[in-house]
């Protein structure tokens, strides 16, 4: 067994956001829930209390991952040859980007899959040789074909299924729309993988569909994002890869338990993204549900907890919802354990100053979720012909992203319309937009940023 020290084991903190307090009749609690991982040997946390993580678990010895590259070699990455050229570029950048003895593999994606390197269903470990190895294969790649991004995720799954790894992690780049494979077939192999390995996934150029790319991201728990400029490929495949080989710990869940009585309005992740979970809960014995969240490393993110509890006399009292934090059970066996615990509480009481008082978190994160929905209702009113609707929407985005102080989403919507008055979200809409502004703007509209504190 590999010796590491026990700075190097992640330790997780749970802290909760809220305004407790109720007015009489009151049923509603809102919690902010700042979930933050640190250790992994690079801020020096300190032993989860009372756990005893398996080796599996630990960042102190030989990497414990796997990483599926998908590149779309279909006809349109011909157009132009340079798109082709900076794809293998990319994922070359990717590879050199590897820890050593990480498990890989790289998939040329078309209207079929195929493993191109190392093949034959097999994953290489990476160290010079098979870094060199993979990048020769690489300019033996060429475009021609249709897309079909279910096959290259249901293949990257049997490949990272394979590997004896706690991390498995995939990257999808695509430069065009789905067209050779059904909604629902795209949609079964999302559910098929989900839970499996997590997904960033990337759009080059302008011809692909947004909706395409996020969904991939959404539903696997990864990261989605343009490359506009083809040129720009390189960079942020080396960031991409550089994020995944700082995972620490995989298979984190949010667990919610409510006492009899309550219930769960919704559960949703709001920094540094907005993605909602409430859907993906899966149970955890009496009133307890499983919320998925990923791998972590060295971050922090924001949960926004919403229950509706029983009406109660002024002056009580109630535990609302516990939350923790869940390291599922090791491959080996054993039991999961929790890593960190919070309380979200109810109390009635006939101060109106204090249960109509709105936390900060609270607010600022309802207000981050609404901009994110009203730039996508913008837009797909704008691309119906809906303008006033489009106007409607967009100009409470910007009212919304100056009032939270969101300084690169309101860059981006300054590019979609002209800001008459940012303050009360008076706008109009530009006549001409450039196509890669609007996808840029659509892609990244759930970016949140975190309440000033």
């Not at 995989?250 to 919704?266: K, N, S």
């Not at 923790?324 to 109106?352: C, H, N």
């Not at 919304?400 to 969101?406: E, V």
Request: charged share 20%; aromatic share 4%; net charge negative.
């Amino acid at each position: 067994m590999a010796n590491f020290s026990k700075s190097n084991v992640p330790q997780f903190s749970v802290e909760v956001y809220q305004n407790a307090y109720l007015p009489d009749g009151g049923r509603e609690v809102n919690a902010i829930v700042t979930v933050t991982s640190t250790g992994g040997g690079t801020t020096g946390g300190i032993p989860l209390t009372g756990a005893s993580l398996s080796p599996s678990h630990l960042p102190g010895q030989a990497p414990n991952a796997a990483v599926v590259i998908m590149v779309d070699c279909s006809g349109s990455m011909d157009y132009p040859p340079t798109k082709m050229r900076n794809a293998r570029d990319a994922t070359a950048a990717a590879i050199d980007t590897l820890r050593e003895g990480t498990q890989f593999a790289v998939v040329a994606g078309t209207h079929v899959a195929k493993d191109v390197y190392p093949g034959n269903g097999r994953l290489a470990t990476a160290d010079p040789q098979t870094k060199a190895q993979a990048k020769e294969a690489l300019r033996r790649l060429s475009a021609g074909g249709g897309t079909a991004i279910g096959t290259w995720l249901r293949l990257a799954d049997r490949l990272l299924a394979a590997a004896d790894v706690d991390i498995r992690h995939g990257i999808v780049l695509t430069d065009g729309r789905n067209e050779h494979e059904a909604p629902e077939d795209l949609r079964a192999a999302l559910d098929s993988c989900a839970g499996r390995f997590t997904c960033d996934a990337r759009g080059v150029g302008t011809d692909w569909e947004v909706k395409e790319v996020t969904a991939i991201a959404s539903a696997l728990l990864g990261t989605a994002d343009i490359v506009a400029d083809p040129a720009g490929l390189a960079a942020d495949f080396t960031q991409m890869m550089e994020n995944a080989m700082g995972k620490e710990v995989a298979d984190v869940a949010l667990r919610l338990w409510t006492p009899v009585g309550v219930e769960i309005r919704f559960v949703k992740q709001v920094a540094p993204t907005v993605a909602d979970l409430t859907d993906r809960r899966t149970g955890a014995g009496p009133r307890a549900g499983d919320y998925p969240t990923g791998s972590w490393g060295d971050e922090s993110r924001d949960y926004h907890v919403c229950v509706q509890v029983p009406t109660a006399g002024i002056g009580q009292e109630m535990l609302a919802a516990r939350v923790s934090l869940i390291l599922p059970a090791p491959s080996g066996g054993g039991t999961p354990q929790t890593l960190s615990q919070g309380l979200v509480r109810a109390v009635w009481t006939d101060d109106m100053a204090a249960s109509t008082s709105i936390n900060p978190q609270v607010a600022h994160y309802t207000g981050q979720a609404e901009l994110a929905q009203v730039i996508q209702q913008g837009l797909d009113a704008r691309k119906s012909g809906d303008f006033d609707g489009a106007t409607a929407k967009l100009g409470r985005a910007v009212q919304l992203a100056s009032a939270s102080g969101n300084e690169d989403t309101a860059k981006l919507l300054s590019k979609v319309v002209d800001v008459v008055d940012a303050a009360t979200g008076t706008v109009r809409l530009k006549a001409k937009v450039a196509e890669a502004d609007e996808m840029t703007l659509e892609t990244r509209s759930t970016k949140t940023v975190r309440v000033k504190k």
